[in-house]
């Protein structure tokens, strides 16, 4: 099943090291800004309709 | 890959450069050098004491023999380092990335037996706190460790929000001649002659100032209020070594306490009100994470309390969730609680310390 990462700008470094970690320079996944632990829901709402473009692009391999 | 060539012939700086460091100087290891601590052993150098699979990466004991030589530590210190690994793998927590985590945690090694006299452990006054090359340098190997082999970097694979001291060293001897209890290592079914690690990933080192009683149950309630306090509940239930000073284990054993006594009073009360927790925000967990939530989150319930007492709240799972030894100068009635991420009901993970081949 193909899936897509999401990590928030605060863990970018982080999730660059990971992926030449694993061997894979370059990984791409979704970006959205820190923090998200404590936003509302309707918050969370509009996060998630701000990422889907950009999850289908990844997932569609289209740049 | 490449690097380039050092412009200074200065070993320490080169490690510097190199980023071979946490930041302090590091003492650089030959190929003799390490050798030295490779005999200590009777394991072989490219046997892994813990792997990190979610970063393909390992430690393996020579590694692990770099590392410590280039802390500080002697190489008769490295059969308490490997017991420290040993102990750390069957922790479990390091190889669950929280190493990697947020939070920021550290090691904290509690060593008990012979060694800690054969090799100058500290247990006594100061015993958190600088003079001691083994201490200092044993708990400063499991960092660097970290650092250089496994790349646990700062912003990098280590996000840390803002990490705590005890990730420089945290290594304690407990000190079981002022002790009037077993010591940690037979309580955990060592023999008083084996010498063991004890580690366990901790938060922070918080002071008891406790100087103002001798009853002992004001003490130890005085000691619950740190062990309970909201900012350590990230979860539902957290877990602590209280680490006693040879004054206030005494206060408690002349009236009649032990240690099995003590954990037990500290499950007991380390109860909170509801109120005292929505008061901060805390009310609630959510049913998701089981992370304390405000109860108008989203993903808020209301956990269960004592008995059904929906207002009282346990902040520990059982008594086993409380580690008690005795460490520090008998000189004062000061103690710590550590907060420590584990075990919860479990009992800690001990390592013996193999015989010195030497």
């Known amino acids: ?63 | 890959m490449t690097h380039p060539v050092s412009a200074t012939l200065d070993p320490v700086e080169y490690c510097f450069e190199r980023g071979w460091t946490d930041g302090l100087p590091v003492v650089p290891c030959s190929g003799a050098y390490l050798e030295e601590f490779l005999a200590r052993t009777d394991r072989e150098a490219d046997e892994v004491v813990l792997a990190m699979p979610q970063l393909n990466r390992s430690i393996t004991v020579r590694l692990a023999a770099i590392n410590a030589a280039m802390a500080g530590c002697r190489p008769d210190y490295f059969p308490v380092v490997l017991a420290a690994w040993d102990s750390l793998r069957q922790e479990g927590y390091a190889r669950k990335g929280i190493w990697q985590s947020t939070t920021g945690t550290a090691a904290l090694l509690v060593v008990n037996g012979p060694v800690r006299d054969r090799i100058g452990l500290n247990s006594r006054g100061n015993v958190f706190g600088p003079g001691f090359r083994a201490n200092a340098t044993i708990g400063r190997a499991v960092r660097l460790t970290a650092l250089n082999a496994l790349g646990l970097r700062p912003g990098e694979l280590d996000q840390a929000t803002q990490g705590t001291p005890a990730k420089y060293t945290c290594c304690i001897a407990e000190n079981q001649e002022a002790s009037p209890w077993q010591a940690l290592h037979a309580e955990l079914g060592c023999s008083a002659a084996d010498s063991a690690v004890t580690a366990m990933t901790v938060r922070s080192v918080l002071h008891i100032e406790g100087r103002h009683t001798s009853v002992a149950e004001q003490l130890l309630r005085d000691i619950v209020d740190t062990v309970s306090r909201t900012g350590a509940l990230l979860h539902e239930t957290i877990s602590s070594c209280v680490v006693l000073s040879p004054e206030h284990a005494h206060l408690l054993a002349a009236s009649g306490w032990d240690k099995r006594d003590i954990r037990e009073f500290v499950f007991e009360e380390s109860v909170r009100s509801r109120a005292s927790l929505d008061r901060v925000g805390k009310g609630a967990v959510s049913r998701k994470t089981r992370w304390r939530v405000p109860i108008d989150h989203p993903d808020a319930v209301i956990d269960e309390g004592v008995d059904g007492d929906r207002d009282a709240l346990r902040v520990l799972t059982s008594p086993d969730a409380v580690v008690v030894l005795v460490a520090g100068a008998p000189n004062a009635g000061v103690s710590s609680v550590v907060e420590t991420f584990g075990p919860r009901g479990s009992r800690p993970p001990i390592a013996r310390v193999e015989e010195d081949r030497r």
Do not use: N, W
């Open chain 1, 1 to 63: 099943m193909p899936a897509v990462a999401l990590c928030t700008d605060a863990f970018r470094m982080s999730a660059a090291a990971m992926a030449k970690a694993y061997g894979f320079p370059g990984f791409e996944y979704v970006v959205t800004a820190h923090p998200v632990a404590s936003l509302t829901v309707t918050e969370i709402q509009g996060r998630v309709e701000d990422m889907v473009p950009r999850v289908l692009e990844i997932v569609g391999g289209q740049r």
